[in-house]
Nanobody
Framework: QVQLVESGGGLVQAGGSLTLSCTAS????????MGWYRQPPGKQRELVAR???????VYADSVKGRFTISRPYARNTVYLQMNSLKPDDTAVYYC?????????WGQGTQVTVSS
């Protein structure tokens, strides 16, 4: 399996911005569709954005127009640019494959948005 490590989280005020990074070690293929997931406190994990090998993206309605997922060519890294953050965006953010994630999830990175 690919080892996935998320980073870039932190504490920001509402309206602020943050960029998350997902670094893959091993053999992540560019044919794999990658997704960013998040799990708010006390809630289930949900997909917020995904990107396929051709660069096509899909976003959850709750983040459309605010978040941007990207994967630079020749890089085993996936990014999530988060703008106009809201308190409801507070969650632990994870990256993984889509539609079937690896069984082994990373530690995730905490994003906290204050009002």
């Amino acid at each position: 399996q690919v080892q996935l490590v998320e980073s870039g989280g932190g504490l920001v005020q509402a309206g602020g911005s943050l960029t998350l990074s997902c670094t893959a070690s091993g053999s992540l293929s560019r044919i794999n569709t990658m997704g960013w997931y998040r799990q708010p406190p006390g809630k289930q994990r949900e997909l917020v954005a995904r990107i396929n090998s051709g660069g096509s993206t899909v976003y959850a309605d709750s983040v459309k127009g605010r978040f941007t997922i990207s994967r630079p060519y020749a890089r085993n890294t996936v990014y999530l640019q988060m703008n106009s953050l809201k308190p409801d965006d507070t969650a632990v953010y994870y990256c993984n494959l889509w539609p079937v994630p690896q069984q082994s999830w990373g530690q995730g990175t905490q994003v906290t948005v204050s009002s």
